[in-house]
């Protein structure tokens, strides 16, 4: 069992960063694929972020809307999940979700096992 809590979520101007974590505890979070995922109001849940299993290599992916300006890393020591986020626009707006899995990555949020509460973003423009 994994327990998940996002934080870093707030309000900021368009061109502007936020940095998201997502603290794990119960089992190493380098044992697991970690995912974000983003639901904006009236939308479906979306893939915005993943970082393989160290076990796996570690490969990230990431959404089509988001390359280039958007990091996820892993700090097994802190057993936290990040996602940098640079460079943001209105429709980045959404609640973020950390979500965590065995195996390899998935970009369908229905294959994740474990998720957090989520963090607001809001990014006015």
């Known amino acids: 069992q994994v327990q998940l809590v996002e934080s870093g979520g707030g309000l900021v101007q368009a061109g502007g960063s936020l940095r998201l974590s997502c603290a794990a505890s119960g089992r190493p979070v380098s044992s697991y694929a970690m995912g974000w995922f983003r639901q904006a109001p009236g939308k479906e849940r979306e893939f915005v972020a993943a970082i393989d299993a160290d076990w796996r290599g570690g490969s990230t992916y990431y959404a089509d809307s988001v390359k280039g300006r958007f990091t996820i890393s892993r700090d097994n020591a802190k057993s936290t999940v990040y996602l940098q986020m640079n460079s943001l626009k209105p429709e980045d707006t959404a609640v973020y979700y950390c979500?965590?899995?065995?195996?390899?990555?998935?970009?369908?949020?229905?294959?994740?096992?474990?998720w957090g509460q989520g963090t607001q973003v809001t990014v006015s423009s």
């Open positions: 979500a965590g899995r065995m195996f390899t990555y998935n970009r369908a949020a229905s294959a994740y096992d474990y």
